[in-house]
């Protein structure tokens, strides 16, 4: 931050991908991402503090940058105008342009609402991948059903307790308020414990408490080019409820789920996911590809990561980018998604046609 200070509030515009326009002030001293909220505009973000990138967007105009991980906005990306817009406060008026549509943002502030534990379910043969289902309350706003885009997340918290965790929505948008997870239980974690407990003695009577949906990742509506999804470990999450959606729906474009873990045993069985497997069955020539990192001998399918894979079947496309070139997904650990992205990249995918949603620790 610099020492010079400003005293008047300045204008910043901001500007959906779907071309609405929303104009705050920011006053000094208060990044855009709070402006925006004090506006009544909650933009897609996370953790308010310059470390998961969810807020990531392009700027024009002079501004401060506030303390920030690498891995959210990677030296190089400012110099293109990146910013994060939870560390960004302006020296001079600004534009942003969002790198979501108007309906990704949430008029004045995150929906909040309980939820019973219904069940917590192992879903991987090492019994660590769990399937969470809830059942939201009904409330004023949305009655017994819930409302979301695939691809968003939601977070939740134990009644009355102030820690969070961020967990993509599996499932579907419905009348009934159901809400599927698929979480790694991860050693020693707060909310894998809490899982954990759940596992061994029942959920019954359990609650949570569920903040959202939110988020910017989901399907883009761009023809009828292919969809190949590239998912690290519980990653499927999002791309199981676009899946989902796309069976619903019945969507045309072709379909490549990649599957990545390190060890078969995390794999999850998707005769205990069957409502993604009836969808994979009913999309037209959907193929889903299990790649296992680390196979032990047992192992006869792909051997390697979602990235080999996704690498492999760009480079059988060959040539300049066209018609039949895909949109990619891609959902997981940083790294993997790291990975994707650039593989996708050197294969001649363009930039706006790969879309990413990072699982960074709380
Ligand atoms: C937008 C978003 C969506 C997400 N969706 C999902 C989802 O659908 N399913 C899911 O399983 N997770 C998801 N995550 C990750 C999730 O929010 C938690 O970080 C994770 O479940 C660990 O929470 P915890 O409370 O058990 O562990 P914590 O108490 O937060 O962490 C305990 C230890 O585990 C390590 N750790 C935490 N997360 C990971 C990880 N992913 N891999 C390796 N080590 C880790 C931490 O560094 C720490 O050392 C998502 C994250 C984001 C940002
Ligand atoms: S909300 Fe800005 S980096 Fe996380």
């Known amino acids: 931050m610099t020492s010079d200070v400003l ?43 310059g470390t998961c990138g969810a807020c990531y967007a392009t700027v ?11 891995e959210a906005l990677p030296p190089g990306a400012a110099a293109d105008g990146g910013a994060l817009l939870c560390r960004t406060y302006p020296r001079e008026p600004l534009a942003v342009a969002l790198r ?23 879903v991987s043969p090492d019994g660590r991948t769990v399937r969470v289902r809830l059942h939201l309350d009904p409330d004023d706003v949305s009655g017994a059903g819930v409302e979301f885009e695939p691809g968003q997340f939601v977070e939740v ?10 967990y993509s929505l599996a499932n579907v948008a419905n009348w009934d308020g159901e809400v599927e997870l698929l979480v790694r239980l991860q050693p020693g974690g707060w909310f894998s414990e ?11 009577g359990a609650r949570l408490v569920v903040h959202g949906p939110q988020g910017a990742f989901g399907l883009r509506e761009n023809g009828i080019r292919p969809r190949w999804l590239v998912a690290g470990g519980t990653g499927l999450a999002p791309l199981a409820s676009m899946v989902r959606r796309m069976a619903e729906w019945g969507d045309p474009q072709p379909v490549r789920l990649y ?24 999309l037209p ?30 480079a059988v496309l060959g040539g300049t980018a066209g018609p039949e070139w895909p949109d990619v997904y891609v959902c997981g650990p940083p790294a993997l998604v790291d990975a994707a992205c650039a593989a996708a990249a050197a294969a001649g995918v363009p930039a706006d046609q790969v879309h990413a949603e990072k699982y960074l620790p709380a």
Do not use: N
């Open 157 to 166: 918290s134990l009644p009355g307790q102030e820690p969070r965790r961020a």
């Open 194 to 204: 809490v899982l954990e407990g759940w596992l061994a003695t029942g959920p019954a």
């Open 285 to 314: 020539g959907a193929v889903l590809e299990p790649c296992v990192w680390r196979p032990d001998g047992t192992w006869t399918g792909t051997a390697g990561t979602p990235v080999d894979a996704l690498a492999r079947d760009l």
């Open 100 to 122: 979501c549509e108007d309906s990704r943002i949430i008029r004045g502030s995150i929906p909040e609402r309980g939820a019973g534990v219904v069940a917590v379910e192992p």
């Open 259 to 282: 599957l990545g873990v390190t060890t078969a045993a995390e794999l999850p069985d998707l005769a205990l996911l069957p409502e993604l497997a009836e969808a994979l069955d009913l």
């Open 60 to 70: 024009e105009g002079a501004h401060d940058v506030g303390p920030h991980s690498a």
């Open 7 to 49: 005293t008047d509030t300045l204008p910043v515009t901001l500007t959906t991908t779907d071309g609405v326009r929303i104009d705050v002030g920011c006053a000094p001293g208060t990044d855009v991402l709070a402006a925006a909220a004090e506006a009544g505009y909650v933009l897609p973000s996370l953790c308010r503090k």
